[in-house]
């Protein structure tokens, strides 16, 4: 098989299985395991699914009704919704709670399974709602989703707890939910930029004031850049510090004293303390969507590629990774075997990730490199505990190995995002700078 038939195999593949893990709640989060609707896997997914016709879009859009539908009071998006079996007819699942209805016994229904405190949900919902206008161009959704859509970025703002413009999120509370990451994290951060700067662009569409909107994206990327950059490309100016946000003076001149300069953005800064590793997903995201500029683009890139991350797959999620004794380590790691050094969010590959660094290697310029790590991708999904074709979750680091449930949604939809982005050779919905 020519590598060329190889990327076109492997996108015929990622489209069926995408498909087939829609429902009518919307995507399913895959065929093996985690049969529910989760709104931060859904949302990333829609980047795919609205490339693959109408029945994509129609997935998508079911997904997004589901999460609007079971939004709480406060404008909290689910993690995820799930199916219940009804044993008594009566009954059916609504909000979390039985209700009567119409339904017929052992009939499956709709059930609010977890409500958890993840903060990328919402993040992701206002973003995939963006994604899905911007290639619909469907006005009249977005009118009738819009007050949902200020009921989620109102909750995002209450996260802001000492109102310093960014987010602070609590230990796991996002994608890498069994992980130590906290307070300004990266990755939240690039996401509130981005939502911020979707809700501006849904709003003009609307005919609605925008300028507010543009501001506070504005705003969140230059304090990431003040925050979590360590270097030239983004002087600290020490005497806005102080007059803004003087609390950050102590930890900036740690950073500044004992890193002196990095090539990536810190994963997150918390109170007196942050880390000198590089978190893939966060910096690819802040190429993605505009908070870094292209030379701060080529130094990440060009460190994923020098210290091999994208070896033997694209992409690891985590260099270096951290070890029993370290202050990140936590016992929690030891769950499942899951978050050993160079396992799952330790560093293991992900090929959702590698769909983002194919991406982010086309908005860079670097096509012949995108496609190359497009080829790699392609093999990744092709490896299987069971089979060929398998799109597992994760990887082990270091083998290669698939580690994971196969039939993951967002293995294939990433997949499609970064074979199409890179046969076009351009970028689409993330140029949002």
């Not at 896997?41 to 609007?68: N, P, Q, W």
């Not at 918390?270 to 130094?299: E, H, M, S, W, Y």
Request: net charge negative; hydrophobic share 45%; aromatic share 12%.
């Amino acid at each position: 098989m020519t590598d060329t038939e190889l990327i076109t195999t492997a996108r015929a593949h990622a489209e069926r299985i995408l498909l087939a893990n829609g429902s009518e709640l919307g995507l399913l989060g895959a065929n093996q395991a985690y049969q529910q609707v989760w709104a931060r896997d859904s949302m990333i997914c829609g980047l795919g699914l609205l490339l693959c016709g109408e029945a994509g879009r129609t997935i998508h859009r079911r997904s997004l009704e589901t999460l609007r539908r079971f939004q709480s009071p406060l404008g909290k998006i689910p993690h995820n919704v799930g199916f219940l079996e009804v044993a008594d007819p009566a009954l059916v699942a609504h909000g979390g709670k039985l209700e009567v209805g119409a339904a017929e016994a052992g009939a499956v229904a709709v059930e609010d399974t977890i409500h958890a405190g993840c903060v990328d949900g919402n993040l992701w919902y206002i973003i995939g709602h963006y994604a899905n206008f911007a290639q619909t161009g469907d006005l009249d959704f977005l009118r009738q989703a819009w007050p949902s859509l200020e009921r989620a970025l109102l909750w995002l703002r209450y996260q802001d707890s000492n109102e310093c413009g960014l987010l602070e999120v609590h230990e796991a509370m996002d994608w890498a939910d069994l992980f130590a990451n906290r307070y300004n994290v990266l990755y939240d951060n690039v996401l509130y930029a981005a939502a911020w700067r979707c809700m501006g662009r849904m709003a003009e569409a609307l005919g609605l004031a925008a300028e507010s909107y543009f501001a506070a994206a504005d705003d969140v990327r230059h304090k990431i850049n003040v925050l979590l950059w360590v270097g030239p490309e983004a002087p600290v100016d020490y005497a806005w510090v102080s007059r803004e946000r003087k609390e950050w003076l102590y930890v900036l001149k740690r950073i500044e004293t004992e890193l002196v300069a990095r090539p990536f953005y810190l994963p997150y800064v918390a109170f007196r303390a942050f880390p000198d590793r590089f978190d893939t997903l966060g910096n690819l995201l802040a190429i993605l969507f505009g908070v870094a500029d292209a030379t701060q683009a080529g130094k990440i890139l060009d460190i994923i590629r020098g210290c091999g991350l994208d070896e033997p797959w694209p992409v690891r999620c985590l260099y270096p990774e951290i070890r029993p004794g370290e202050p990140d380590w936590r016992d929690y790691y030891r769950v499942r075997n899951l978050n050993l050094p160079h396992h799952y969010h330790n560093g293991g590959a992900w090929p959702f990730i590698g769909g983002f660094y194919v991406t982010a290697l086309v908005w860079a310029g670097r096509t012949e490199e995108a496609r190359r790590q497009l080829i790699k991708l392609a093999e990744m999904n092709r490896q299987g505990r069971q089979g060929e074709w398998e799109f597992n979750e994760w990887f082990h680091g270091l083998s290669g190995r698939p580690m994971g449930f196969a039939g993951q949604s967002w293995s294939a939809a990433l997949y499609i995002y970064a074979h199409d982005t890179t046969v076009q050779g351009q970028v689409d919905i993330f140029t949002l700078s």
